[in-house]
């Protein structure tokens, strides 16, 4: 997947990223960026599990949540995760399981 550069998408506002099905999603970079929203949207019948990472460095990734776990998702819809002061540099959403297709939208203009 490819690397975003937050910067880039300043004037045009939330950077969608490529829908994927598996693993990783693009990752976007935000230096110095400290609040944003991800919103995860997914039709169908879906029962997927997945969580956002971040990292300070794009090589070493952890789980963002503050327990540490992944969130299943069971109905179409969106699915939105905020991070209030504590945005990493780097943020990729990961898919556990699962195989519906999976839009997903990251803002930091709207906070940073």
Do not use: H, Q
């Not at 550069?5 to 490529?18: F, V």
């Not at 002061?85 to 997903?104: D, E, H, L, Q």
């Not at 939208?105 to 940073?112: E, H, L, Q, S």
């Amino acid at each position: 997947m490819a690397l975003l550069i937050s910067d880039d998408y300043a004037a045009s506002g939330p950077i969608s990223l490529t829908a994927f099905t598996t693993g990783d999603s693009d990752t976007v970079e935000c230096n110095g960026c400290r609040d944003m929203s991800i919103v995860l949207t997914l039709a169908g019948s879906p029962a997927d599990v997945v969580y956002v990472a971040g990292s300070s460095d794009n090589v070493n990734w952890d789980n963002l949540d503050v327990t540490d776990s992944n969130t299943t998702i069971s109905a179409a819809g969106s699915t939105r995760f905020i991070f209030d002061g504590a945005a990493p540099r780097y943020v990729k959403v990961v898919k556990v399981s699962g195989t519906t297709s999976v839009a997903a939208v990251v803002d930091f203009g709207a906070y940073g």
